[in-house]
């Protein structure tokens, strides 16, 4: 089956202006036609899975055209988005029934993810800016969706700040555009590959790594976050921490760095301090917290320092000449740690607004003897706790345990050790969690709680299953050299993906 790539933009921005017209024959009609729209979403990206394309938009050929590009790591962001989105749109159809204007949410919810497929996609700087930005303007109205203080006060931080990173990438296209006369991706990495960086295009380097930085809320760019994260509503929490920032920060950095400036040593180290920094400050940060999602949103800050520290790590090796087999091992880590926290992270917020629908609080301090009122949110949220501290054989050890490794066998002991540390602090955290949130005595006002039922358990126990089974993609041989390793090869060639592009 040839997936035809328009249709994963295509989809997600029709049903966006159909939502609000069929909102007002029903809010139910409305529902439906979401669900279907993320599920064909997936369908789509598991069809595309191997799949290697280009798509010529109008007919008109690159680098005059706009095109959209389909291979082994683009398949794999498209394949979380998908499998996320339609967890969350089906938790959606109980949880944002205690919110009004439901079919605005439904709309606004839609033109994020196809924000997210296009810039997944995008073959140009210019258009993945673009795409960023649709993303970006529907996950600001989102947050503050619920119109209250809080929201619109962590609303309007997150786009004041956005918008920041946003200019620096509507700048860094800018002198890309000036430097090389191209805006496609393989004829500005032909063009640097054939006369080198000059100050310009360097500039343009630093500007793009603080605008994606931002977008990833990577340490110190992300004071954004741990507002924005907690006051939303829980499915967008879970689309905010699970897929956004790593779409709009992680992948769109790695695209930039790796397949059109090319890797070099000292970016190598870079993205390794910030991967690492973001690492420590974010479960320090965490551990203080006493706010359930405020907690899991500076965790979100630790988990995407791995999935850089891993790509980092990776290119350095490249840049230095060293064994591609162990740079490409630490890609590995990096990118199936990002699909894992996709997950595990998304599992954790919709646990969270399970809890705090049934409790009507966010705070630790007032829960507690939780287990027995919220059964399977109690067992999903257990699960998501050890796939995020790294507890084999849930999904997150796999991926730490392969950072760890190509840490010990690239000589970096000092980073393997700090990845075990940092994974002994997001246990803590998540043993807090469940201490104070689940055991002990129940709370006289919370006696007559009860567990949300339908939609919401079924997208929870769906994730938590897929915590124990995505150690498959590693282990399965098929599995990983169709979904894992054509991603890592995408990286791993680095300015190749010019004539790999240009060749199809």
Known sequence: MIVPLPAFVAIPLVAA????????????????????????????????????????????????????VLDGLSSLLLLAISVVSSAVMFFSIRYMEQYTAKSKYLSLFML????????????????????????????????????????????????????????FVLFAVALVYGNTGSLNMAYISKGIQSSGLNPGLTF???????????????????????????????????????????????????????????ISIPMGWLLIVLGLVSMVAGAF?????????????????????????????????IARGGNVAWASLAILGGLFHLVNHSVYKSLLFLTSGSVQMSTGTRQ?????????????????????????????????????????????????????AIIVFVS????????????????????????????NRGSMLVSMVFLACLCVLMGLLLLVPALRANILEPAVKVLVDGVSYSANVIGM
């Open 424 to 451: 002994l602090c997001t246990l803590i955290m998540y043993l807090k969690v469940q201490r104070y949130a689940f055991l002990g005595e129940l709370p006289e006002n919370l006696q007559e709680i009860k567990e």
């Open 204 to 262: 343009a380097l630093a500007l793009f790594i603080a605008g994606f930085g931002l977008k990833a809320a990577l340490v110190p760019f992300h004071a954004w976050l741990p507002d924005a994260h907690p006051s939303a509503p829980a499915p967008i929490s879970a689309m905010l921490s699970g897929v956004l920032i790593e779409t709009l920060g992680v992948y769109a950095l790695a695209r930039v760095v790796f397949n059109v400036f090319g």
């Open 285 to 317: 940060l965490a551990i203080g917290q006493w706010d359930l999602k405020r907690l899991m949103a500076y965790s979100s800050i630790s988990q995407v320092g791995y999935v850089i520290l891993g790509i980092g790590l990776g290119g350095l090796i």
């Open 364 to 416: 630790l301090r007032e829960m507690g003897g939780l287990a027995d009122k919220l059964p399977v949110t109690r067992a999903t949220c257990t699960v998501a706790s050890a796939s995020i501290a790294g507890i084999p054989p849930f999904s997150g050890f796999w991926s730490k345990l392969i950072l760890v490794v190509a840490a010990v066998q690239a000589h970096f002991y000092w980073v393997a």
């Open 17 to 68: 202006f159909l939502l609000p017209i069929f909102g007002k024959k029903g809010k139910t009609i409305a529902t439906v036609l979401a669900n279907v729209a993320t599920i064909s979403l997936l369908v789509l990206a598991i069809a595309s899975i191997g799949q290697t394309r280009v798509y010529e938009v109008g007919r008109w050929s690159i680098p005059l055209g706009i095109n959209l």
């Open 112 to 167: 994020m993810v196809a924000g997210m497929n296009g810039v997944a996609l995008s073959g140009d700087i210019f258009n993945l800016f673009v795409f960023l930005e649709i993303a970006s303007l529907a996950s600001y109205a989102l947050v503050g969706f619920g119109c209250e203080h809080e929201e619109l006060e962590a609303s309007f931080k997150y786009m004041v700040l956005g918008s920041i990173g946003s200019i």
